[in-house]
């Protein structure tokens, strides 16, 4: 017997359409965390990003303290061997070349461990659940939903979240393959466009609407770096700023 009533099923429609309408790699998971409530109840999200290093390389958070995020990046992800770091992957469960869909009800964890007692119990997290979205073959993204009040997750929850992640996993990976990114990289590593991979890398970040610190992040470069290679680009397109690099880009 389905597990979800007829307008659940509503929900997950409308829910998969108006996160499918974003067509950049970061804002599809941000959007994720959004709009997941009209499905998922939960009282707090967190957003993570992954590069191809496997690195975390930027957050958004909903409802947490920055705090203690970066607690968790200083201290929390490196305890234990690694045990509670997200991004690495052997810590990640796949069912069916699907990424990780999980949940954990920590009040049957709270104070066995260093990161329960000092992490999770003063932030009053009850449970929490999780998906993974990959380009294809690598996980590049992780949202977690937290809940603070006495109910736990449900099954009916959990079972709501995989039917999801079936669905923006595949829409996730597409955007790896189809997006303008792709599009645009292509066409600045042309021969009569002298740009450097990496050049042509962030170009194509930039026209799909990334800040500089945002691509410090994702590619694990120094903000000061990123601005040399954006200062080339202008050079190399004779251009003087970021509006006229956006319209040389768009020409293409």
């Given at each position: 017997m389905d597990m979800l009533s007829e307008m659940q099923w509503v929900r997950i429609s409308e829910f998969l359409l108006a996160v499918g309408r974003v067509r950049v790699c970061r804002e599809f998971g941000v959007e994720i965390s959004r709009r997941i409530g009209q499905l998922i109840p939960h009282d707090q999200s967190r957003v993570y990003f992954i590069n191809d290093n496997g690195k975390i390389c930027d957050e958004e958070l909903f409802g947490v303290k920055k705090d203690w995020s970066l607690a968790y990046f200083n201290?929390?992800?490196k305890i234990d061997a690694g045990r509670w770091n997200i991004s690495d992957r052997s810590n990640?469960?796949?069912?069916?070349g699907q990424a990780f869909v999980g949940k954990i009800d920590w009040t049957k964890a709270i104070g066995l461990d260093e990161f329960t007692k000092y992490y999770v119990e003063p932030q009053r997290i009850r449970s929490s659940m999780g998906l993974g979205l990959r380009d294809g073959a690598n996980l590049k993204c992780v949202v977690i939903l937290d809940r603070t009040s006495r109910h736990d997750f449900s099954e009916k929850d959990l079972y709501t979240l995989r039917i999801a992640q079936s669905h923006l996993d595949n829409l996730y990976a597409n955007l790896y393959?189809?997006?303008?990114?792709?599009?645009?990289?292509?066409m600045l590593?042309?021969?009569?466009?002298p740009?450097?991979?990496r050049e042509s890398e962030i170009a194509g970040l930039l026209r799909d609407g990334l800040t500089p610190t945002s691509i410090s992040r994702r590619l694990s470069?120094?903000?000061?770096?990123?601005y040399k290679h954006i200062s080339n680009i202008h050079g190399k397109f004779h251009v003087s700023n970021r509006q006229e690099l956006m319209l040389r880009l768009l020409e293409k």
């Open positions: 201290y929390y992800s990640m469960k796949y069912s069916g393959v189809d997006s303008s990114q792709e599009k645009v990289l292509h590593l042309e021969p009569d466009l740009l450097t991979a470069l120094s903000l000061a770096t990123v």
